[in-house]
Nanobody, 122 residues
């Protein structure tokens, strides 16, 4: 599966953004899809994942502000980000794997898209 992320941009603190991850392939519905982010000088970190059945899991700081969802008819996963903070500034990557647990354990899913930059000004 190939993934393409979009929707990043420059916003102010408190604003919202919706990231999209569009996947190629007819078996998109069998994949867990998630988001990671990497800020300058920091390690990549897990943000959220949605399984092929719609179960979701979030990193603690994203739990109350971000919502991950999927539309299998459009081969797309969304990350709705509300109440953005400057510390959310990072390159956001979407990723996919048939094994949902890798998002929680190894944090190393098989398939990655290119990143989309999110910059939140204070």
């Amino acid at each position: 599966v190939q993934l393409q992320a979009s929707g990043g941009g420059l916003v102010q603190a408190g604003d919202s953004l919706r990231l999209s991850c569009v996947a190629s392939g007819s078996d998109f519905g069998t994949y867990a899809v998630g988001w990671f982010r990497q800020a300058p000088g920091k390690e990549r970190e897990f943000v959220a994942v949605i399984t092929h059945t719609g179960t979701t899991n979030y990193e603690d700081s994203a739990k109350d502000r971000f919502t991950i969802s999927r539309d299998n008819a459009k081969n797309t996963v969304y990350l709705q980000m509300n109440s953005l903070k400057p510390e959310d500034t990072a390159v956001y990557y979407c990723a996919a794997d048939r094994r949902a647990l890798v998002f929680i354990t190894t944090r190393a899913p098989d398939h990655w898209g290119q990143g989309t930059q999110v910059t939140v000004s204070s």
